[in-house]
């Protein structure tokens, strides 16, 4: 479980592979983020660490808070931006819609 970071929200984990350009794009737009903004992340390579991220493996660069993916496929530091700020998913989930 991720730790709380100096904010008060999880710690970010950004899955990479090395010589991806838009891995390297999402971590300078991370890194332009954490800059303003204060959240802590870190990148972690697919191909370093747990079997369990293999399931991103064609979906890079994901970025995850705590085991949840909120972004996959996009270093847009607008999107990541508004990933990573608190209460994304309360705002996603109370504008769908179930029949």
Same mark, same amino acid.
């Given at each position: 479980m991720?730790?709380?970071?100096s904010?008060?929200?999880n710690m970010y984990t950004l899955v990479v592979r090395p010589g991806c350009? %838009?891995?390297?794009q999402?971590?300078?737009s991370l890194a332009q983020i954490e800059s303003e903004r204060g959240?802590?992340?870190?990148?972690?390579?697919?191909d370093d660490d747990d079997p369990a %991220?293999?399931?991103?493996s064609d979906d890079l660069p994901v970025l995850l808070d705590g085991p949840r993916a909120v972004t996959k496929l996009t270093s847009s530091k607008v999107a990541l931006d508004?990933?990573?700020k608190p209460g994304m998913w309360s705002r996603i989930k109370s504008s769908l819609h179930f029949n």
């Open positions: 991720p730790e709380p970071d904010t008060g929200g350009h %838009l891995c390297e999402a971590e300078e959240i802590e992340w870190r990148a972690v390579n697919i %991220l293999a399931q991103y508004k990933a990573t």
